[in-house]
């Protein structure tokens, strides 16, 4: 997860998956999601968003390790020039972007081997395996709040754990909870009307149907307690 700019986006995943019981066999090859419930909690620390959603898939092959990270899981694509070379911040072609914690990185580990440069990147989306699309509605419509632009660089999609401890497909169904953390929901919301839209990805790199939540407030979903 992206969790460079700390003071905007601190990334937590909260992820449960309810316990897999027999389904029918005609379960899809890519998974389905449909949507069932959102909250934003409250506490001290820091403010969460937590959505729910329910899923079916044929094969079972939901979830990614903490340590799956060789390709195409990688977080990271190393941008390099014609020549083959990495492309530093100092020697950057006129086409690169001005310094930011999403598109540069400092002094990174490239094969096990410390870079002590500024190199431009590429974030992977493959790397996840959740999806989240956040929209603000005004006079009906439907806008975007795309956190990849300036000035928050970055994202809440996220990764949820194997679903499955072996390899053998079958078919299985659940929930998953995913929380994202941030210190700024309410200064950046407010009352504003939200949607988010959601996607996962199973290992085949197999996208699901997108699952909406209903039109909400902050103040609607609203849960004082903490985390559970």
């Not at 990849?148 to 996220?158: A, I, L, Q």
Request: with cysteine.
């Amino acid at each position: 997860m992206n969790v460079r700019n700390l003071f905007y986006s601190l990334l937590v995943m909260v992820a449960g998956v309810a316990a897999c019981v027999p389904p029918p066999e005609n379960f899809p090859s890519e998974p389905e999601i449909s949507f069932n419930a959102i909250e934003y909690v409250e506490t001290p620390e820091a403010d969460s968003l937590i959505v729910t959603i329910n899923f079916r898939d044929g094969e079972g092959n939901l979830g990614l390790n903490p340590r799956e990270l060789d390709p195409p899981f990688n977080e990271l694509e190393y941008l390099r020039d014609e020549a083959g070379n990495l492309i530093t911040y100092s020697a950057r072609p006129s086409n690169a972007p001005s310094f930011n914690n999403r598109d540069w990185v400092i002094f990174p580990l490239i094969n096990n081997e410390r870079v002590m440069d500024t190199l431009w990147v590429r974030e992977n989306p493959d790397h996840y395996n959740i999806f989240v699309k956040f929209f603000i509605k005004r006079s009906g419509e439907y806008t975007e709040f795309k956190w990849s632009d300036p000035p928050y660089f970055t994202n809440f999609n996220g990764r949820f754990p194997r679903i499955l401890s072996d390899d053998r497909q079958r078919a299985i169904e659940g929930q998953i909870r995913y929380g994202m953390v941030s210190l700024g929901w309410n200064s950046i919301f407010r009352n504003d009307t939200l949607r988010l839209d959601i996607e996962i990805q199973d290992r085949s790199l197999n996208r699901s149907n997108t699952a909406s939540t209903p039109d909400f407030t902050l103040p609607q979903i609203r849960r004082l307690s903490g985390l559970e």
